[in-house]
Structures are given as structure tokens and as C-alpha cells.
């Protein structure tokens, strides 16, 4: 009886234990849930929540302004309420922010996304190992063995439909760096003019001037970074939010209260059976009350999809549906305050107050929008779809707060060229609405394939998605469309600049990468010059760069046949950027050998995704020669304790060994036209070599602080002589120094190629290559120990 007792006390307390764990763990979850939902207004929700600036003002500026009734404005604001809840509430929070990339969403992580699922890529710098990295596939699962479809299999067949596919994405993009134009110019704009309603002498050229003043101070303050204010980003929109929130529910019960009837879709048929043509062509003003919708997934990354959906529904969807409800209250009483219809609306003792708030909240969303714009475009860049551009992170903690000069003034530029050019909030909102509502049909169309090929639903599901939104964005699009010379022009001819720059940079680089790829070295040639390789071998490690992740590159043979000598360890580095956002340290350095032992000749390739942060690395010699003596063990170790457990893709085979070392990857990928095949392996579990402490001992204690490593002692039981003896003149190389090889190339177009060709080729690409940065600057490449072989490449 007592030890039943006992036992029965003993599981209650163990139940109690778990039951308190578990309150634990729910109220830490809820916590940071309710903290990511109140950070991100203040970087998520900037343009959506200060649209009531603007959207009657641009609704009712045609036609419709003859149809000065009731029912007309009923009918209007009947539009939003729907446009909202169907387009950011139903396709947003509701589908698309299921769609992250490994938590990041956006144009690119679509695409991320697709490319690792089907071959859509156009770079072919794809291995079989890059599958292998945690965070490949959608939550862990490998779904490899799924037979592929035959829509799969279709349009990988087909180049020009993957050409396509890019072309759109790049399209999406680019109005995405429109929106980063237009964004700036009419919130800073719209909420300047409120100084007319109070200050009714102060004219439109200086309103103008005072929205240039604000605009030049917020982009020239972009390079300290929004975490130094981002604390109060959050405060300023909440205020704003709570303020037109209060400011809407006065309107209605001062002015209409029945306008709640305008919740009823009828009104929307009674609103285009009186107004007709005159109804469609005021959607391109409707269509701004959505205007930041995208950057609810855009900015994913920074927060969790939980965060974004609680701050959505729970704040923002109401108080923009009130303060609507409010104005079309107080609209359908005075109609003629149309242009002016928010400030108007406000309460007299409280206009200077809102004024203050409203200006801020325009900031916050120009400041929003701005960052979005350097991610997008540091995304493109590591996609191989940007010209090399300097990348400056502006905070050490927080991982994606980054700061790009040469674009934060070309923003600048444009953004004061538009302000200066249109001064008037209806022609500005005509080219943002196309830029937008663009930038939402192509993540619907990008959507239909995400849920085909990585859902791996019914094709029905993706065609119901596809005409269900399609359409609805789709008569918004064609109304906005309609408008294009009346400012619409915009956003077309910017996005098209960017559109030709960013493919015109991936084809250059695609076709460069082809061009070393056909005219690699032939590993017989390698072999027959020996391990001296044919001229002297001088101490030291030669890192030589190539964009090839197999075979070794042309640079080699022309350096050789032009200098004597050479280092005893040569290591071709690749660093390349995989379609995934992050790639973790451990699994970052894919390092195999080139040749024989005797030649000591080695590939490491570095792992970036397209998130990651490429920043100086003052480890990265101490990481590259940790992982290359690290290869050389196991290398050494497979032979004795590792047991083949298959091949996949006929290419790459796991490994597994000793606990002490953990599963490994070991991957062979046979050259084309070659005998010879290059072995890569990984390990999922740091191990480092007694001798390379030797090498951290040697190092002065300011060197060893300086580069911040570790080096821990495992239990190694098995060592050759040859291992011994490698691994040594490994050492003694990294002691003696390291130089880095890289190509300067010159890339032309073939006599033979056509006028087109030798234009995008001879004077597009050149000139970008021209006026980017250079691949040493961007790869963080001591100038000192920099040596550079020209080669002309025709492609």
C-alpha cells in the first residue's frame, strides 16, 4: 500500500512538473508572439496604415467627382471593405504567409523555393549536395523520390518557359524597387498637403519644396541604420492606427451612422450599375487602400508568420475598416472636402496633434519600403541578378539591417524626380497603384506554381487560386493600366530599366560561367605534368577563385604556361550562393581533393544563401585550412571504419562512421569528358587535428584574440604516415602565407554572334562589369596578397 502510494505521489509530481513545463513554454511562446506582433508595425505595416491619406482623394479625382450622392460614396467604400478583406486578409494571412522559404518570404523566396523543387534555375552550378543541406526542403522532408510530374517535367524541358518564369520574377522585383520610388513621394506628400487646410495661403510649389526638404533628410539618414530608431517606429503607427481609428468611429456617429449598410456587397452592384465606365476607372484609386500588403510577406523574415497574422487581424484590418467607414461617413455629408477628405474630417482641437503623427507615420512607411528595397536587391544580387554592389550591415544584431549607397541615392534621385515632376498625389498614386498591384500578381502567379510543385496539391487547387485572385487583381491591374499616361508610365519605364540591367547581368554571368565550364582543364592534362605540375612549387597556399564547382578552371593552364612557379598547396575556391536563405557554419565548407595525394591540390566550396551575411571574416583562412585537414582525416578514416549505404542519383553516397565522427556526406561528381571524378565530404559534426594546434600555439595572443578560434582535441586513433605528412606540409604552408589567384576577365561576343548578342555582350555587360564593384573587393581580398591573371573569354 505505501509503495502505491508512493508511486501514485511520484506520478502526480511528475505530472505536475510537466503541467508546469508546459505553462512555461506557452506563456514564453505567447510572449514573444505578442512582442514580434508589436515590432512589427512599425516595419510591416508603415504603408498600409497611412493609405487613408490618400485613397478617396484618388478614388474621386476623375469622373466619378460628377457623382456627387450618397449611395456613389456607399458604393466606394462597400469596394475597400472587400478589397481588403479578400486580397490582404484571405490571400495573405490566410494562404500566402504559409508559403516562407525556411521563415523568409517574398518574390525571390517563391522562386528560392521553386528552383530547389523543380529545375528551374538557369545557373547550372546546382550539385547533388546541395540538397543535403538542412534547410533544402520544407521542414526538414526530403521529397527527392516523388515521381515528378508531367507538368514538372515539361517545363524543365523547355529553357525558354524557365527564361520566362526569371523574366517574371524579375519583373516583380523590379516594381518592388519601384515601389521604393513611389512609396517616399506620395506618403511624404500626402501628408505635407494637410498644412493647406489650416495654412489655406500656403501654395502647392511650397508644399512641394517641404516634401523635398523631408525626403532629402530621410535618405540621407539611411546610412545609420533603422535599429537606432526602430524602437520608436512601433509607438508612431500604433498611435496613428489608434488615432484614425478613434477619428473614423467620431465620423460615423457625427455625420452617418447608417454607412454600416455599405458593409453589404450590393452596394458594390449599385455602385457600378450608376457610374458604369466612370466606376471602373476609379479602381485604380481603390486599389491603394492594399498598398503595403505585400510586405506582410515581403518582410517575413524579420518576424514570424503567427506575429504578422495576430497584428493584422487583431489591429490593423479594424481600425483601416473604421477610419474608411469613418471618411465615406463624413463624405457622403461633403462631398466637396473630396481632396481633402482626411484632414478635413478631423476634429479641429486635434488637427495639429494628427498633422505631427500623420507626417511620422509617413516617414515610418517611406523608411519601411527603403529596406525593403536593399534586401530585394541584395537577394537579386546573390541570385547571380545584380550587378556587384557595396553592402553595408548597419546593425550587429539584428542580421538583416542592411544599407546599399549607390542605391540609397539612386532612390533619392528618382524619388525627388517624381515629386518634383508630378506634385500631385492623384498622378503619383496612378503609377503606385500599377506598381503594386503588379508586384501582388506575380506572387499569385508564382503562388499557383508553389502550390503544385512544393504543396504537391491537385493541379484544380492551384488552377482555383490562380482564376479566384487572378481575376480580382486582374481588374484592378487593367483599370490602373488604363491610367498609364497619366502617370502610370512611371513604374513601367523604371521597372524595365531594372529589368534590363538585372537580366542582362544574369545572362553575362550565365554564359561566363558556360564559357569556363566548356573549357576547363582536362585533369590528362594535369596528370601528365606531374606532381610538380610542371614548374616549381614555391611554400605557401594558393587560393585560386573560380565560378566552378567542378573541374579546374582555365585560369590555371594560362597561369601556369606563364610563370615558373607555383604554391605547394593549390585550393580552388568556389563561393557560391544556393537557393535557401541561410546556410548554417558547420555546413558552409564543402571541401574535396583534385587529383592524386602528391599534387596537394584541393576544392573548397563556400556556401552562401541568399540572406546570408558575406561579411569580413578574419577566420576564414583558420576555417578553410580547419576544413581541408579535416577532409584529409576522414578522407583517411572512410577507408577504414565507414560502411556505403547506397547511391543517390548515381552521383553521392552517405556515409556513415564512428559515433566519434558523426554521418558524413561523401559525393563524387565525375568530370565531363574526363576519367577523373572529384570527391567531396562534409561533416555534420566539427572535429579538428592535435597537429593543428600547433599552428594556433605558434600565433602571437593578439592574433589568437583577434580571430576569436578554438581548437579542440579529439580522440584520434588512427593517423597514416602519409595522413601525418600531409596534414604537415598543410601547416607549414599556412605559416609561410597565403596568396589569393583570381581572374580579370574580359568577356566579348564572338564574331559570329548576332547584332543583339554583341550589344547585351561588347556594351551592356561591359559596361556594368565597368562600373560595379570588383570581385576581389567584394569577396574581401587583401590587396596586398591579390594576384590577378587577365583572360579574354568569347561567348
Known amino acids: 500500500m505505501a509503495s502505491a502510494s508512493m508511486d501514485r505521489e511520484a506520478a502526480f509530481s511528475t505530472s505536475t512538473s510537466r ?46 467627382r460628377h457623382y456627387q450622392n450618397e449611395e456613389t460614396v456607399f458604393g466606394a467604400f462597400s469596394l475597400i471593405f472587400w478589397t481588403l478583406t479578400m486580397i490582404p486578409l484571405f490571400k495573405y494571412i490566410i494562404i500566402v504567409l504559409n508559403a516562407d522559404d525556411n521563415g523568409e518570404g517574398g518574390t525571390f523566396a517563391l522562386y528560392s523555393l521553386l528552383c530547389r523543387h523543380a529545375k528551374f534555375s538557369l545557373l547550372p552550378n546546382q550539385q547533388a549536395a546541395d540538397e543535403e543541406l538542412s534547410t533544402y526542403y520544407r521542414h526538414g522532408t526530403l521529397n527527392r523520390n516523388i515521381a515528378a510530374s508531367s507538368l514538372k517535367r515539361f517545363l524543365e524541358k523547355h529553357k525558354r518557359l524557365r527564361t520566362a518564369l526569371l523574366v517574371i520574377v524579375l519583373f516583380g522585383a523590379s516594381m518592388v524597387i519601384g515601389d521604393g520610388i513611389l512609396t517616399p513621394a506620395i506618403s511624404v506628400l500626402s501628408s505635407i498637403s494637410g498644412l493647406q487646410v489650416r495654412a489655406t495661403k500656403l501654395h502647392d510649389g511650397a508644399v512641394v519644396l517641404l516634401a523635398c526638404v523631408v525626403l532629402v533628410g530621410l535618405f540621407a539618414l539611411q546610412h545609420c541604420g533603422t535599429h ?40 458594390i452592384y449599385k455602385f457600378f450599375q450608376a457610374t458604369g465606365k466612370d466606376g471602373w476607372l476609379s479602381l485604380g484609386g481603390i486599389l491603394l487602400c492594399i498598398t503595403g500588403t505585400e510586405a506582410m510577406f515581403a518582410d517575413l523574415g524579420h518576424f514570424t508568420d503567427g506575429s504578422i497574422k495576430l497584428a493584422f487581424a487583431c489591429v490593423i484590418y479594424p481600425c483601416l475598416v473604421v477610419q474608411y467607414m469613418g471618411q465615406a461617413a463624413f463624405l457622403s455629408k461633403n462631398f466637396l472636402s473630396v481632396h481633402t477628405s482626411f484632414y478635413d474630417s478631423i476634429p479641429k482641437p486635434i488637427f495639429w496633434p494628427i498633422f505631427v503623427i500623420a507626417t511620422l507615420a509617413a516617414i515610418v512607411a517611406s523608411q519601411a519600403v527603403i529596406s525593403a528595397t536593399f534586401s530585394i536587391i541584395k537577394q537579386c544580387h546573390a541570385l547571380g541578378c545584380f550587378p556587384r554592389v557595396k553592402v553595408v550591415h548597419t546593425s550587429r544584431w539584428i542580421h538583416g539591417q542592411i544599407y546599399i549607397p549607390e542605391i540609397n541615392w539612386i532612390l533619392m534621385v528618382l524619388c525627388l524626380a517624381v515629386l518634383l ?12 497603384g500599377i506598381a503594386a498591384m503588379t508586384v501582388m500578381f506575380v506572387t499569385t502567379c508564382l503562388m499557383g506554381l508553389v502550390i503544385i510543385f512544393v504543396w504537391q496539391k491537385h493541379v484544380l487547387l492551384a488552377l482555383a487560386f490562380l482564376i479566384f485572385f487572378g481575376l480580382i487583381e486582374g481588374f484592378y491591374l487593367s483599370s490602373a493600366i488604363i491610367k498609364v499616361p497619366q502617370g502610370g508610365w512611371v513604374p513601367l519605364v523604371l521597372s524595365a530599366i531594372f529589368m534590363v540591367v538585372m537580366y542582362v547581368w544574369h545572362y553575362g554571368t550565365r554564359r561566363k560561367y558556360l564559357f569556363d565550364l566548356q573549357n576547363k582543364v582536362s585533369m590528362k592534362w594535369i596528370l601528365t605534368l606531374g606532381p610538380s605540375l ?54 558552409r565548407y564543402l571541401v574535396g581533393r583534385i587529383g592524386p595525394r602528391a599534387y596537394r591540390m584541393y576544392r573548397c566550396i563556400v556556401r552562401y544563401g541568399y540572406k546570408d551575411v558575406q561579411k569580413d571574416d578574419e577566420n ?130 564572338r564574331r559570329s554572334s548576332s547584332f543583339l548578342k554583341k550589344f547585351v555582350i561588347d556594351v551592356a555587360y561591359s559596361f556594368l562589369r565597368k562600373n560595379c564593384r570588383g570581385p576581389s573587393v567584394a569577396l574581401n581580398i587583401p590587396h596586398i596578397s591579390l594576384i590577378e591573371v587577365g583572360m579574354i573569354y568569347y561567348v
Open 534 to 587: 610542371g614548374v616549381v612549387r614555391v611554400p605557401g597556399i594558393g587560393l585560386i577563385y573560380t565560378e566552378l564547382v567542378t573541374g579546374v578552371p582555365a585560369i590555371f593552364s594560362h597561369f601556369v604556361t606563364n610563370l615558373p612557379a607555383f604554391h605547394q598547396v593549390l585550393v580552388f575556391v568556389c563561393v557560391k550562393s544556393v537557393p535557401v536563405p541561410y546556410v548554417s557554419p558547420d555546413e
Open 620 to 749: 576564414f583562412e583558420n576555417n578553410l585550412v580547419m576544413s581541408i585537414a579535416e577532409f584529409i582525416q576522414m578522407e583517411a578514416e572512410e577507408t577504414h571504419s565507414s560502411s556505403l549505404e547506397g547511391s543517390i542519383d548515381g552521383r553521392m553516397a552517405v556515409v556513415r562512421t564512428s559515433e566519434r565522427y558523426g554521418t558524413r556526406l561523401i559525393m563524387s561528381e565525375r568530370h565531363e569528358g574526363d576519367d577523373s571524378e572529384d570527391t567531396y565530404v562534409r561533416s555534420s559534426k566539427s572535429t579538428t587535428l592535435q597537429s593543428l594546434k600547433s599552428l594556433y600555439e605558434q600565433e602571437s595572443p593578439q592574433v589568437r584574440q583577434r580571430r576569436r578560434v578554438r581548437f579542440e582535441l579529439p580522440n584520434v586513433e588512427y593517423m597514416d604516415t602519409q595522413v601525418k605528412e600531409e596534414l604537415m606540409e598543410l601547416i607549414e604552408a599556412k605559416q609561410v602565407g597565403i596568396a589569393y589567384v583570381m581572374g580579370h576577365s574580359y568577356i566579348k561576343a
Open 421 to 432: 515632376g508630378f506634385r500631385d498625389t492623384t498622378l503619383i498614386g496612378n503609377a503606385y
Open 228 to 267: 537606432r530608431v526602430a524602437f520608436l517606429f512601433a509607438p508612431i503607427v500604433i498611435i496613428w492606427l489608434i488615432s484614425i481609428a478613434a477619428i473614423g468611429i467620431y465620423n460615423i456617429i457625427c455625420w452617418n451612422p447608417s454607412i454600416y449598410r455599405a458593409l453589404s456587397p450590393y452596394y
Open 19 to 64: 503541467s508546469r513545463d508546459e505553462r512555461v513554454h506557452w506563456k514564453s511562446y505567447y510572449s514573444r508572439l505578442l512582442l514580434l506582433a508589436y515590432q512589427s508595425f512599425g516595419v510591416v505595416y508603415g504603408d498600409l496604415s497611412t493609405s487613408p491619406l490618400y485613397v478617396y482623394q484618388s478614388t474621386f479625382s476623375g469622373r466619378l
